[in-house]
């Protein structure tokens, strides 16, 4: 077949749905009926929303699905309860005058002559079906979490959900990525979160793990010679859950040969502003980029959120002979300013602010609230004239700011007021415009290690050396750059890739900078590594959080509110009781013995 025929045949869309939901059961949806469909004859399904009196003789019984409501006059001895399902056939007629609703898409007809069969009785809901659940305990939601579901914000969130799907799907597609499917029986993913464990039957005492991601596999199926990998996948990671964290979770995983950064990025921010016009219609403008290293330094974290300013402003040169202890030769001071909040942080915030910067690492934190004149400020008398004049030009402050500053190692003077900058400035996740960015550079390698005294790969050990940095690798590794980037958006990291090293001497070297000797990297990654020697081309991949993304797009701040059936907190599943103890008898099979949870 010719490029054109695939072309061609791509173009014959034989999937666009009809648009037709009638069944044998219904002939219309109950939200979508409307004025035009007066005098017909209509079935819907669904489930009793209400049911109220209406004189002697009738009842209203507003029967809801997935699109909405809709109001049927039934007989009054006709016995409908509350969630009971029904099929109802009646005419569609006009509303009476003054009982028009003009809140409700169908609030200005009504099925009337209806005949009701009861298709399922119900027992009375564990809550309301509707957003007066919202204030229930989550416990509660999700244990009833298939009645929950019906509400209308849970259904409009698994909707937008696969809105996305289907977008990320079309888009990847378009660019003529090949889905995919890996195992979910696995060996070990260095992605360094701890692994759930799969005893083996047939081998007891031996264990598969659960993908943490497809990583492994699909840089194989780069050696396989499929060129453009993705999947919708299922990733496993036993750490402890939070608003933006399950043990489970999705990923739009990808991967690509011949490529560097740029055509990563070109592909994945397809996906992503493909899938934000899905749901919002209208596409974000083009992605921007930094570099980790200006993140850190403007904005003081490595996902930074630029719906908002407030950027962490350089000070070290004002204070470069400073005759102030605390500031005298810091490696970084910086400030932040927030506006006009003099008035409102009084001694009690500011203390608050001071153990809030101690307990994340700082020595101390100066604050300066900016007068007409001047600055009031337990420190401006140790600062002179010329540095408090160079401090409020440089801060750009105005009378009634606040004015914060961290003086410490670089990481710790970023790291500190990145985090103060979040707590006094950033709205909710999903308020405002999106904004997406690329963090690129990323080190490759973190902190070092207390057990070996090596340094610890900041992706995972695959991740290719900056080309500029090589030479660092032995010399200097806390200071090497690397092709790994970071997708973030509104504060949110969605997820991270990188160009992978496909050589076996720099895989070399990047191991042994981790301690990873010639033997150990044979045990652990040799099923992996050795199938490169038969011809790894160059490649590189992303994966990002599905969850996230969908969550911030519905418009969610805890990503359990997007899953159908997620776990709680503290990791269990209110439904099904999950998890339970072992069968005796299926562990005795697994050659598995349970001991006493140590106390
Ligand atoms: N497997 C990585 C992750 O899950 C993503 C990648 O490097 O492609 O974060």
Known sequence: MTDEATT??????????????????????????????????????????????????????????????????????VDVRSEYVLRVTGVVRERPEGTVNDTLPTGRIEIGDCSVEILRKAEPPPFPVDARADDVDEMIRLQFRYVDLRRERMQENLRVRSTINAAVRNAMEAQRFVEIETPMLVPSTPEGAR????????????????????????????????????????????EDLRADRQYEFMQLDMEMSFVDQDDVLDAVSEAVLAATEAVTGERPPAIERITWHDAMNRFGVDKPDLRFGTELVELTP????????????????????????????????????????????????????????????????????????????????????LVLIVADEWATTCEVLGTLRNDLGRPPVHEGPYRYVWVVEFPLFVGVDRETGRPKSAHHPFTMPHPDDLDKIESDPLSVRSIAYDLVLNGWELGSGSIRIHEAEL??????????????AENKFGFFLNPFDYGAPPHGGFAFGLDRLVAILAGEENIREIIAFPKTQSGSDPMTNSPIPGDPKALAELGLKVLAPST
């Open 318 to 401: 004002v204070f470069a002979d400073t005759g102030f202890k605390a500031f005298a030769g810091a490696e970084a001071i910086k400030g932040i300013r927030v506006p006009g909040a003099a008035a409102t942080h009084g001694r009690n915030q500011l203390d608050k602010l001071t153990d809030r910067a101690k307990e994340l690492g700082a020595k101390g934190l100066v604050w300066m609230k900016t007068t007409d004149d001047g600055f009031d400020s337990p420190v401006a008398k140790f600062l002179s004239d010329g540095e408090l004049q160079a401090l409020r030009s440089q801060m750009e402050a105005e009378t009634d700011d």
């Open 8 to 77: 061609d045949g791509a173009m014959t869309d034989s999937h666009t749905p009809s648009g037709s939901t009638a069944t044998s059961m219904r002939t219309h949806l109950c939200g979508e009926l409307r004025a035009e469909n007066i005098g017909q004859t209509v079935s819907v399904c669904g489930w009793v929303a209400r049911r109220r009196e209406h004189g002697e003789h009738l009842a209203f019984v507003d029967l809801r699905d997935h699109t909405g409501i809709v109001q049927c006059v039934v007989d009054n001895d």
């Open 195 to 238: 692994e759930f464990l799969v005893p083996s039957r047939k081998e007891p005492g031996s264990f598969y793990a659960l993908p943490q991601s497809p990583q492994l596999f699909k840089q194989l199926l780069m050696v396989a010679g499929f060129d453009r990998y993705y999947q919708i996948a299922r990733c496993l990671r036993d």
């Open 507 to 520: 895989q070399r070297r990047v191991f042994l900078a981790l301690g990873i000797s010639d033997e150990e």
